[in-house]
């Protein structure tokens, strides 16, 4: 069984910081690129980060560009979304995903790729 389990959401004040942990289990590490996405109801989602073990490749897009920063621990198969300078509008629920690494490619600000499996999402909520 495949799954990707995220944690480490919770209630922040503006400026300050959360690491989110996205464990995978049950695939091949090596064959996929694990993104970031956040949502909110009414909104778009929206991809913030992507990391391809593979070659070590990173994504972001400019709304969290110098702020969050993707890593992973490879022993442990998970990946890492450090957040700093937190603002309201980071504010959302946060999915992983697992794409296949050979699909994905990014366009402008967008993030493209086959997506096999999502995690449940985590909230992380910034306090003005």
């Known amino acids: 069984e495949v799954q990707l389990v995220e944690s480490g959401g919770g209630l922040v004040q503006a400026g300050g910081s959360l690491r989110l942990s996205c464990a995978a289990s049950?695939?091949?590490?090596?064959?996929?690129?694990i993104g970031w996405f956040r949502q909110v109801p009414g909104k778009e989602r929206e991809g913030v980060s992507c990391f391809a073990n593979r070659d070590g490749s990173t994504y972001y897009p400019d709304s969290v560009k110098g702020r969050f920063t993707i890593s992973a621990d490879n022993a442990k198969n998970t990946v890492y979304l450090q957040m700093t300078s937190l603002k309201p509008e980071d504010t959302a629920v946060y999915y992983c995903a697992a794409a296949r690494w050979d699909s994905v490619y990014y366009s402008g600000t967008s993030m493209f790729g086959i997506i096999d499996y999502w995690g449940q999402g985590t909230q992380v909520t910034v306090s003005s």
């Open positions: 049950g695939l091949t590490f090596d064959d996929y690129a």
